[in-house]
Nanobody, 121 residues
């Protein structure tokens, strides 16, 4: 399974940015898709996951929206009202159902290369 993320960049506080991730090498419907992020000096943390519903970290709920397009094997993360603390490298990740706790990065066997999001004040 290969994941390729794109769409990062520099944005001002309060602005918006959209990320995309294309998935190849597996039947899309066989995977749980998630977004994680890692800020400088911090551990990688859960952001959002799409299963039968969509779940978010408390820090992004109400500002971020994760979605998928199964016909295109794509997942998206729309980020609105960005804050400086959202600055991080964002990763899309995939796992097969039953692999573990969906909020834990160790559950995910497949990772994209990461895309940098920088929010300036």
């Amino acid at each position: 399974v290969q994941l390729q993320a794109s769409g990062g960049g520099l944005v001002q506080t309060g602005g918006s940015l959209g990320l995309s991730c294309v998935v190849s090498g597996s039947t899309f419907s066989d995977l749980y898709m998630a977004w994680f992020r890692q800020a400088p000096g911090k551990e990688r943390e859960f952001v959002a996951i799409i299963v039968w519903n969509t779940y978010y970290a408390d820090s992004v709920r109400g500002r971020f929206t994760a979605s998928k397009d199964s016909a295109k094997n794509m997942v998206y993360l729309q980020m609105n009202n960005l804050k400086s603390e959202d600055t991080a490298i964002y990763y899309c990740a995939a796992t097969r159902p039953g692999s573990g706790v969906i909020y834990h990065q160790s559950t995910y066997a497949y990772w994209g290369q990461g895309t940098q999001v920088t929010v300036s004040s």
